[in-house]
């Protein structure tokens, strides 16, 4: 059995396109996958499956939230070591990594449009686009960025869903709980 860590994106926001955790761990249950644990409202699900293609799970999970649910919902599914390497890669000093997002690609972006997105530059907002993952600082929180999600997703032509640093580090935890 194989440990994944799926991130959805914009569910239970504004009381919006509503998933009771519940029901998500239920249904991925149902859906055939084994040990399912969620973190938090946002859409985070740990657990196991004897599946090995990360792209094939992600359509597995789309399909199934549609079906339950009757909305889309984006979904990007990650092994627990690629999770690992991507927090690992954070280039930013321990202090900031501490405060940065993490928001993952559903696929590495090409070359001449990282470079044309990463001619922006706002005041106070640092930001990295390293492989499949924007790592972004903001001195002044996430709140009150100016760099939104939408910006680097329509730029790089990717869908993306980001995480905290806190979330990050419990997604690796639980994940780790699950291998051992």
Do not use: W
């Not at 799970?57 to 092994?79: D, R």
């Not at 990282?114 to 001195?139: G, R």
């Amino acid at each position: 059995m194989k440990t994944y860590i799926a991130l959805l994106r914009g569910i239970n926001v504004g009381g919006h396109r509503k998933v009771p955790m519940a029901e998500l761990k239920k249904l991925m249950a149902d859906t055939g996958f084994e040990n399912v644990k969620t973190y938090i409202q946002s859409g985070n699900i740990v657990f196991q499956t004897k599946k090995e293609n990360p792209k094939e799970l992600e359509i597995i999970i789309y399909e199934a939230i549609i079906g339950k649910f009757g909305f889309e919902a984006s979904v990007i599914v990650k092994t627990r070591s690629q999770l690992q390497k991507i927090f690992d890669d954070c280039p930013f000093s321990e202090q900031k990594k501490m405060d940065s997002y993490f928001a993952m690609f559903s696929q590495i972006p090409e070359t001449n449009l990282v470079k044309e997105a990463s001619e922006k530059t706002y005041e106070n907002e640092e930001y990295e686009i390293i492989n499949d993952c924007l790592y972004l600082y903001c001195a002044n929180g996430y709140g009150k960025a100016k760099f939104s999600l939408n910006y680097f997703e329509k730029k790089l032509n990717v869908s993306a869903t980001s995480r905290n640093y806190k979330t990050m580090l419990k997604l690796l935890s639980l994940s780790k709980e699950m291998e051992d």
